[in-house]
């Protein structure tokens, strides 16, 4: 018996703490640990971060470059832009009306049009149109927040003027929408002509009488997608 209790006490000597209790810990060990502030412990473990330093590098090649511009100023068919949907064409006619016709036609035009100067509506500002505009056709047109009524009594000038284009282009067009530049300060900014009321691939036809203006069209990829649509502005 008594060499029983030997081996006892000498195996109780070697025994852990029970699970449940975690081991004791000297006071001044924990409040240590109450002060450490955070990253601490990795410094006294001796894992200290290398010290970076950021550096700006000029990339070497432009992402995405604005084409060289082309001048059309003479008579044919152009290609100007290719995407995934289809081809956009410019077809220019110079002097499709001779100089002396399209100077009575401006006079005309300027009589009998019934221009009107219309409020645009831009980032929920409101403001005066830089230029007078008038609409022709069966039904109304919305653009930029505004609606023109429709209006289906074409004068005669304008009707003759339709007629000729369209049998020299071979397109059927059932409206119109005329602007008049009253001086150099008068614009039209970038658009896209492309309201859900002219249609998937509508096909625009201008024809300018007066003083000449650099008409301008440049592609417009919509956010997201690289296709490429063309947009135009007149000044």
Known sequence: MEDK?????????????????APAQPATAAKSHLHQRPGQTWMNKEHRLADRQFVFKEPQQVVRRAPEPRVIDKEGVY??????????????????????????????????????????????????????TAWYGELPYTYSRITME???????????????????????????????????????????????????????????FGATRTFEMRRKPPPGDTSTYNSTCDF
């Not at 209790?5 to 209790?21: H, N």
């Not at 530049?181 to 008068?186: A, I, S």
Request: hydrophobic letters at 30%; charged letters at 25%.
């Open 79 to 132: 290609e100007i832009s290719m995407s995934p949907t289809g081809i956009s064409r410019v077809c220019l006619y110079p002097g499709f009306i001779n100089l002396k016709e399209a100077d009575w036609v401006l006079v005309q035009l300027c009589e009998v049009v019934p221009w009107k100067q219309r409020t645009g509506i831009r980032d929920d500002v409101t403001y005066k149109q830089p230029r007078l």
């Open 5 to 21: 209790r030997r081996r006892a006490r000498v195996q109780g000597a070697w025994a852990g703490p029970p699970k449940s209790q």
């Open 150 to 208: 429709p209006n289906p009594h074409w004068h005669p000038v304008l009707r003759t003027l339709k007629d000729q284009i369209e049998e020299n282009t071979g397109h059927t067009f059932n409206s119109l929408l005329c602007n008049l530049y009253r001086n150099e300060k008068d614009s039209v900014d970038w658009h896209s002509d492309d309201e859900p009321s002219l249609g998937r691939c509508p096909v625009i036809a201008s024809l300018s």
